[in-house]
């Protein structure tokens, strides 16, 4: 058995389509998503990240304002520049690429942004609202992986999920989410002992490990769902991720490419939190002032 490919990039650009549709909507009605990114130095991968996150808002109609600052900004104009966009009614959306230089503490900058501006999903609030069900901005590659296996047609209520992965970013709220979907949910992590007797459990199995090649045939179940985050380079230079696709596919019933499976859905649920971040602001206005 050769388990079937999850195309993320087919996937995203539907959602993306739809995006479109509703944004151009919205404008007619007065309002313009608009998505703020600050870029704190001159990382190559985040300026990478930063410029596909661009290109794909201003590809659905929305505005884009690129906010680029050296990297020995202090702390606070980093805050001033925040709190300038908190308070501009244009800006919905408010991301600042991580990570940051060592100088500032990404914890203060990101509860310095507006829960209703946080479409990274970030800030304590949104989480807090997130893990008891309430509604909240969800960060972009869980709600990805979610709509993934919701495209996919992967049932997950009474299925055992194992997360490989515990970080804020993606490990934690991944399985909350699985978890309000009625799955088993462990997590795994680099003290974990004999990981492999919880990995060949899994009937989805996601890795955000960020290890090159790290899962292999061994670790997984026959059958499985395997949902790849990581983001690496192999030995001679190309993009992989953290599972050796070629012998995993061969166990699993399913599998995310890298690239192309994952990484396009990030970036396609950042676009649906400005959106959904927009309808909101429009609506109060529209309420209020009509």
Known sequence: MTGRIIDGKAISEQIRRQIKSDTDRLIERGCRPGLAVVLVGDNQASRTYVTNKKKASLAAGMKS???ELPSEVSQQALLNTVDRLNRDPSI???LVQLPLPPHIDESAVIQAISPKKDVDGFHPENVGKMIIGQDSFISCTPAGIMELLKQAGVGIAG???????RSNIVG???????????????YCHSKTENLETFTRQ???LIAAIGQAKFITADHVKQGAVV???????????KRC???DFDSVREKASAITPVPGGVGPMTVTMLLKNTLKSATQTCSNYISTNG
């Open 65 to 67: 304002e690129l906010i």
């Open 92 to 94: 919905h959306g408010i």
């Open 159 to 165: 299925k055992h999920a194992v997360i490989l992965g």
């Open 172 to 186: 934690k709220p991944m399985g909350q989410l699985l978890l309000q979907q009625d799955a088993t949910v462990t």
């Open 202 to 204: 899994a009937d989805i």
């Open 227 to 237: 949902i790849d985050v990581g983001m690496n380079r192999d030995e001679h230079g």
């Open 241 to 243: 991720g953290d599972v």
